[in-house]
């Protein structure tokens, strides 16, 4: 993968965000332990690594207008100054933006977030087939390490086709990127043989997304674990809330789940929060989220692994 660079101003000017962020914005919200978009105010329980990777966030800014197919929750502001306290209460440092499907093929949000968050953040960008090879090596230059293909909610072109993901993956191969796709476990499943032919690395959304109720019994399941079994298949631990009948704090049902990836490829497993949580009436806490992981990776190797090492070499952060 080709690592992005950034220049002293931009590191400076990224530092002057973050102490704005303590000095203004953020002074009473850092007191209380208070995240927009988040439940809860405590800390997680879980130690918490350095260089730690929050491999799943949605950076919205109202300076940046929806895409004109979105009919759903309108932009409000959960900006890098709202992340930035997130950071503080959970403890990552690390951050991967992936673009909403509230934006279509519009990046700027992203890619903004992704410069004031400076070099500890990456992008994951959602474009159509009629993006240039210098546009994406523009996006490559600003942190942009791999592409979105959503099975699941509106998209701008309309329906997502496994032709479109084939099409999409052979365009962004030669950079290096990955694909990461949103996908139902029965859209996983039907979508075997594609998934498992794509040229690039495979990125799996939310545990795969499987029916909360089938659980380990989804036909989806063997599915996922011939894809892990590829090598070139990765999973982010993350969305318990989207997966549940039982709910918080425990999301017992997503547990054996998630559980059965981590120990079936460990080496390419993956953390997100998957902050801030548009659509949903009551806000997950975070803390809690986060302390899911140790349920789901009981050792402390394991999550060293799936915090640092594997964000490290999916989105080439280098290691440290």
Known sequence: MRA??????????????????????????????????????EPSKTAVPLNACDSHIHIFSTRFPASPHWKGQPVADSDVAAYRLFQTRIGTSRTVVVTPSTYGIDN?????GVAQLGAAARAVVVVDLDVTEAELKDMAARGAVGIRVNFVTPQSWGVTTAERLETMARKVQPLGWHVQVYMTGDQIADHAEVLARLPTPLVIDHLARLLPGQGLDHRAVPVVRRLLDNGRTWM????????????????????????????????RMVWGSDWPHRGEKHMPDDAGLFDLLAEWAPSEAARQRILVDNPATLYDFGRS
Request: charged letters at 15%; glycine letters at 10%.
């Open 4 to 41: 992005f660079t950034l220049s002293r101003r931009d590191i400076l000017q990224a530092t002057a965000t973050g102490a704005a962020l303590v000095g203004l914005r953020g002074r009473e919200a850092f007191a209380q332990g208070a995240v927009p978009f988040s439940a809860g105010t």
């Open 108 to 112: 700027r949000a992203t890619l903004d």
């Open 236 to 267: 982010k631990l993350s969305g318990a809330y989207l997966n549940t009948t039982s709910g918080p704090p425990a999301y017992a049902d997503a547990t054996p789940i998630a559980k059965l990836f981590a120990k079936a490829a460990p080496e």
